[in-house]
């Protein structure tokens, strides 16, 4: 006999746990893992969709009491089969309950009530309408005389039903009149709402003409594409050099072959210029996914995703769980950045899970960034992946000029503004020329680095090479190791009093630029001015139609927009990543510096770019101001290897989380030494127990333990034993443990 383990309505925590059932003989040849099947569940043996997860040969429960599948959902194996089967491999790379895993992948349960659009249509001829609308202005039946006249003109027997009530007055009397004597029928059609930002407006665009290195790549990526194995590849192109325009081209490929496409975008700002592109390029079969949409828009794309009637679906994270049926190719777009790591469990990394979604339906995958993640890059390097280069801006538009600007000297000068004197010379030669400029504040609020704002030194760990953070009472505390020190008074190496933590905002940025520059007309767009829905669409376009001078941001805007008219990128602060407490600070600045200088020059007029630091000789501004990727990537991957970072090794975080400090503690102190019994070789690095970044969350305490081993297998297998080890010990049941690949 054949049992299987079966997840119950994914909507209800409580049903966090799988329930064996009895397969039926004659289903015993189609039953699989991922399937969705019809079964008796709860006292009144209601029938419910349930979703298997495990097939086995040996009883779980009492045999008498086991119930039997109902039927297999035959219409939903193709599409959610494979999503759960996806689900599965989520659950045991990334350390989660299949639930989890389950809600990640399979996100829209509920059914929203659809939106209709009622139609009232002539069902008799136009001679009869004509001689029933004569008999009826004998009496005094105005509102049926109205309905009939509106569908004998120029309607073509057919009104809106809504428009009938507003201007013609059709009450349900009406209607029931006309339908009793089959004078009419009443229709309604589904309506989709669409998610499109001003979809009606967007006009069509003819497709680009391709320059020949795009043609270039877009050849070996359909080299690759014809090979046994196609690897994922990775296009690797400077800022501006048409990376959307190749993508367009291999969708067109994929669309023609009747297939669909998943383009990922790491920010919700991103939709805005990328939709508009792709929705005039194809129309409206192409829709987005992000977490303004409202339950109903978002259900409305999955269900038109499902029924094939989209074919290209646009949004973050998420999207990569679009229900196609016939998915061939995921693109993901700015691959390197962060936020394609979900934060909950599971917390898997889209780039991996793209990966392996292709690989189970045959599709294709694209990394494209400006600045490529070490992890892709290094894996490039390794045959991995395959490599496609865009090594020159499209048109050959050269890069913009960019200029460090030594913020010590500032302060030596006298100058405390926020704005260095270079920088507001360019503003004001920028507002000048009626050209538009975008300020750059690295990351939002207060910074947790302290440094001297005299000679630019940082405290940082002298175990773990990052910087020390700022905590209560004046403590200065590293999150990888525990290290702990009191916040010194003066500068260690040149003792200046100017030592503290950068405090500037971007709305305090903003008062700075608006006095300098009244005459300016300056948006801001940071996380307080695009909570409404909307806001970033209405920002941006105020932008892009030349509504305003400056636009002051975080992160947001320096990622993947083209604003032809920006001549000027100013950086704020780029020691505020540069010293955050992350192995991968050195990276991340790089990025980000490179991206936003990027956004200057991108039409015919020149760009120019100025970065704003304490810290002009360290590596990764150099490099990013020449923009040189290959010369970062060579001088971070030196500090990977002798530190033992990814991707030089593997790292997994144990994270740990309990409302009682002294139950965490131990139980962390306890997982320690378990992982040490598991693997005593010197091969296995582990750091911690230590606090987490933040290590205090409302009242919920926060621990992690760090292991790295160049064989990430090897780490698969210890979470799956501290998995077992934590379930079987009762004193793990007032702690979260969660598992992190890094």
Request: hydrophobic share 40%.
């Given at each position: 006999?054949?049992?299987?383990?079966?997840?119950?309505?994914?909507?209800?925590?409580?049903?966090?746990?799988?329930?064996?059932?009895?397969?039926?003989?004659?289903?015993?040849?189609?039953?699989?893992?991922?399937?969705?099947?019809?079964?008796?569940?709860?006292?009144?043996?209601?029938?419910?969709?349930?979703?298997?997860?495990?097939?086995?040969?040996?009883?779980?429960?009492?045999?008498?009491?086991?119930?039997?599948?109902?039927?297999?959902?035959?219409?939903?194996?193709?599409?959610?089969?494979?999503?759960?089967?996806?689900?599965?491999?989520?659950?045991?790379?990334?350390?989660?309950?299949?639930?989890?895993?389950?809600?990640?992948?399979?996100?829209?349960?509920?059914?929203?009530?659809?939106?209709?659009?009622?139609?009232?249509?002539?069902?008799?001829?136009?001679?009869e309408g004509e001689k029933l609308l004569e008999e009826l202005k004998k009496t005094r039946f105005k509102a049926r005389i109205r309905l009939l006249e509106a569908l004998l003109g120029e309607n073509g027997g057919r009104i809106e039903a809504s428009l009938a009530l507003k201007e013609l007055g059709t009450t349900v009397s009406v209607l029931k009149y006309f339908t009793e004597n089959k004078v009419v029928t009443v229709e309604s059609d589904q309506i989709y709402r669409n998610a499109v930002y001003d979809a009606e407006k967007i006009p069509h665009l003819a497709p680009d003409t391709l320059s020949?290195?795009?043609?270039?790549?877009?050849?070996?990526?359909?080299?690759?594409?014809?090979?046994?194995?196609?690897?994922?590849?990775?296009?690797?192109?400077?800022?501006?050099?048409?990376?959307?325009?190749?993508?367009?081209?291999?969708?067109?490929?994929?669309?023609?072959?009747g297939r669909q496409a998943i383009v990922l975008i790491p920010e919700i700002a991103l939709t805005y210029q990328t939709v508009r592109r792709f929705y005039g390029r194809f129309g409206d079969k192409v829709s987005v996914i992000n977490s303004r949409l409202s339950q109903g828009e978002r259900y409305d794309q999955f269900k038109r995703?499902?029924?094939?009637?989209?074919?290209?679906?646009?949004?973050?994270?998420?999207?990569?769980?679009?229900?196609?049926?016939?998915?061939?190719?995921?693109?993901?777009?700015?691959?390197?950045?962060?936020?394609?790591?979900?934060?909950?469990?599971?917390?898997?990394?889209?780039?991996e899970t793209a990966i392996y979604r292709a690989k189970m339906e045959g599709a294709n995958v694209i990394l494209g960034s400006a600045t490529p993640s070490m992890e892709a890059y290094y894996r490039a390097g390794t045959g991995e992946y395959a490599l496609v280069k865009?090594?020159?801006?499209?048109?050959?538009?050269?890069?913009?000029?960019?200029s460090i600007v030594d913020m010590r000297e500032q302060l030596k000068k006298g100058?405390?503004?926020a704005l260095s004197m270079e920088l507001k010379g360019a503003l004001g030669q920028c507002l000048a020329k009626g050209e538009q400029a975008m300020l750059f504040l690295n990351r939002r609020g207060y910074a947790g680095f302290v440094s001297c704002r005299s000679c630019g030194h940082v405290m940082k760990c002298p175990h773990c090479d990052v910087s020390l953070s700022e905590h209560n009472g004046r403590k200065l505390i590293c999150h990888y190791c525990g290290y702990e020190t009191a916040k010194p008074d003066r500068c260690p190496v040149c003792s200046s009093p100017y030592i503290g933590g950068f405090k500037a905002g971007t709305q305090q940025i903003q008062q700075v630029v608006e006095k300098e520059f009244p005459e300016a007309r300056v948006l801001r767009m940071d996380y307080d001015t695009t909570r409404a829905k909307g806001s970033y669409e209405e920002i941006l376009e105020a932008f892009s139609q030349h509504?305003?001078?400056?636009?002051?941001?975080?992160?947001?805007?320096?990622?993947?927009?083209?604003?032809?008219?920006?001549?000027?990128?100013?950086?704020?602060?780029?020691?505020?990543?540069?010293?955050?407490?992350?192995?991968?600070?050195?990276?991340?600045?790089?990025?980000?510096?490179t991206q936003a200088v990027g956004r200057s020059g991108r039409g015919k007029k020149e760009g120019h770019a100025l970065i704003q630091t304490y810290s002009p000789d360290h590596y990764s501004i150099q490099t990013a101001s020449r923009q040189d990727y290959e010369e970062f990537y060579e001088e971070e991957m030196g500090y990977r290897i002798l530190m033992d970072y990814p991707p030089s090794a593997h790292m997994m975080a144990v994270l740990g989380?309990?409302?009682?400090?002294?139950?965490?503690?131990?139980?962390?102190?306890?997982?320690?030494?378990?992982?040490?019994?598991?693997?005593?070789?010197?091969?296995?690095?582990?750091?911690?127990?230590?606090?987490?970044?933040?290590?205090?969350?409302?009242?919920?305490?926060?621990?992690?333990?760090?292991?790295?081993?160049?064989?990430?297998?090897?780490?698969?297998?210890?979470k799956d034993r501290l998995e077992e080890y934590i379930e079987i010990n009762s004193g793990f049941r007032k702690v979260n443990i969660q598992f992190d690949f890094l």
């Open positions: 006999m054949t049992y299987a383990d079966i997840i119950v309505d994914i909507s209800h925590e409580k049903l966090d746990k799988s329930f064996q059932y009895l397969v039926p003989q004659q289903l015993e040849e189609q039953i699989q893992v991922g399937m969705v099947v019809q079964i008796p569940f709860g006292r009144g043996n209601h029938v419910r969709k349930g979703y298997v997860v495990g097939l086995s040969s040996k009883l779980k429960v009492d045999g008498s009491c086991i119930k039997s599948i109902v039927s297999i959902e035959n219409d939903q194996e193709t599409i959610e089969s494979r999503l759960i089967a996806l689900a599965g491999w989520m659950k045991e790379h990334y350390g989660s309950t299949m639930i989890q895993a389950l809600k990640t992948v399979l996100p829209i349960q509920k059914k929203v009530k659809a939106q209709e659009k009622r139609w009232i249509t002539l069902s008799i001829s136009r001679e020949d290195p795009q043609k270039k790549a877009v050849e070996q990526i359909l080299a690759e594409w014809q090979k046994p194995a196609p690897r994922p590849v990775l296009l690797h192109g400077v800022t501006g050099s048409g990376k959307t325009q190749v993508y367009m081209e291999l969708i067109d490929q994929v669309i023609r072959q995703a499902k029924q094939g009637e989209l074919q290209v679906m646009v949004g973050p994270r998420s999207a990569l769980f679009t229900p196609f049926g016939n998915l061939g190719l995921i693109i993901i777009d700015e691959e390197h950045e962060s936020s394609y790591k979900s934060e909950n469990s599971p917390r898997y990394h889209a780039r865009l090594e020159a801006r499209y048109e050959e538009r050269p890069l913009p000029q960019v100058n405390r503004s509504r305003a001078d400056i636009l002051i941001g975080t992160q947001m805007i320096v990622k993947g927009h083209d604003f032809p008219d920006v001549t000027l990128v100013g950086v704020i602060a780029a020691d505020l990543s540069l010293n955050a407490d992350d192995y991968r600070s050195g990276e991340r600045t790089f990025q980000l510096l989380a309990s409302e009682d400090e002294a139950v965490l503690e131990a139980a962390m102190h306890y997982l320690r030494l378990f992982v040490d019994k598991l693997h005593s070789g010197k091969a296995l690095h582990v750091i911690g127990p230590a606090p987490a970044p933040v290590g205090k969350v409302k009242d919920i305490y926060r621990r992690v333990i760090y292991l790295k081993h160049e064989n990430y297998d090897l780490l698969v297998r210890i």
